[in-house]
């Protein structure tokens, strides 16, 4: 409410105009037209009673509660405040920044990419022939019976390994890994010494080596569990034929001897892969490849892929 003493009526009622004009966001228009009035009252008589003072009071309330451009009951067009939408545009902005989701990281759209065979041991210097560690990693993780005939051919440098006695083992360096049953005299490939010194593998102690299988398998053994001579008639891990792909196949089916052993060993197993005279077939197919990869028999071109 605007009071004042009789003396300073016509003053209070500009401040009463002008605080009511400001407060309810009066437009330009009728605040310059309440100003007008205000000025012509007061010059006409410095004795104006309160009732007036109210009076006036109440058309500017009045005024104030009429629907202004920024109303949002006002059915003209709104009018646009440049600070507002520059802000209301920062906020978005902010808010688009904040919902966007995470840029996805090349390395997940990445496949892994296939690896060469390498040719050469991870220390020239060392007794034991061993590949790179890295390739031994995906070696035994990508398990390709394919590449396993390209390690064990006829020339390549890594140090062959017999077992002593039949035992069943598992391969260390996987979190889960099947037990698999090794033979007596059956041939692997060394990828790793772990312990009983610096000499490369021992026959006794208490070390352990990653050993290779024919058929793509890693496995850990100790060291006694293994020798280095090559004993008069060497076995290999059982060769699955549907394993291998058909580049390889087709170039195994190109020695007469394996073609034969296939037949027969697919002519034993029919429905029946389990049978005495199937398993005895599928060492014989077995075999004759591994004669054949030891011999430098011709084989396609292979890489280490992803399975």
């Not at 004795?47 to 009045?62: D, G, P, Y």
């Not at 990828?191 to 496995?219: E, F, H, K, M, P």
Request: aromatic fraction near 6%; charged fraction near 20%.
């Amino acid at each position: 409410m605007c009071e004042g003493s009789n003396a300073a009526h016509f003053v209070a009622l500009r401040h009463c105009i002008f605080g009511y004009t400001i407060r309810f966001h009066v437009s330009a228009e009728v605040a310059h037209r309440i100003r007008w009035a205000v000025y012509f009252l007061t010059a006409k008589s410095m004795l104006k009673t309160r009732a007036l003072v109210f009076a006036l009071c109440s058309l500017v309330r009045c005024a104030a509660s009429t629907p202004t451009a920024s109303s949002p009951e006002s059915s003209g067009p709104a009018v646009k405040d440049p600070a507002a939408g520059s802000s209301l545009a920062h906020a978005s902005e902010n808010v688009a920044v904040e919902k966007a989701p995470p840029p996805r990281s090349d390395a997940r759209e990445q496949k892994p990419s296939a690896l060469e065979i390498p040719t050469e041991c991870a220390t020239s210097s060392a007794k034991i022939c061993t590949p790179p560690t890295a390739f031994v990693a995906k070696l035994c993780q990508w398990r390709s019976p394919d590449v396993a005939l390209s390690m064990f051919r006829k020339g390549t440098p890594w140090t062959r390994a017999y077992m002593s006695r039949r035992t069943e083992a598992w391969y260390m360096g996987a979190r889960h890994s099947a037990p698999v049953q090794m033979t007596v005299d059956e041939e692997v490939i060394v990828l790793a010494a772990r312990g009983g010194g610096t000499g490369g593998v021992q026959v006794s102690g208490s070390g352990s080596y990653d050993i290779y299988r024919w058929d793509g398998q890693c496995a850990s053994v100790a060291t006694d569990e293994v020798r280095l001579r090559r004993p008069p008639a060497p076995t290999a891990a059982p060769i699955v034929w549907q394993s291998l792909s058909e580049p390889t196949r087709a170039a195994l089916l190109d020695d007469h001897a394996i073609k034969l052993r296939l037949d027969q060993q697919q002519d034993r197993c029919g429905n029946d892969s389990s049978s005495h005279r199937c398993t005895d077939m599928t060492a014989a197919l077995t075999r004759v490849i591994a004669d054949y990869v030891r011999k430098g028999g011709k084989l396609p071109p292979t890489r280490l892929t992803p399975r």
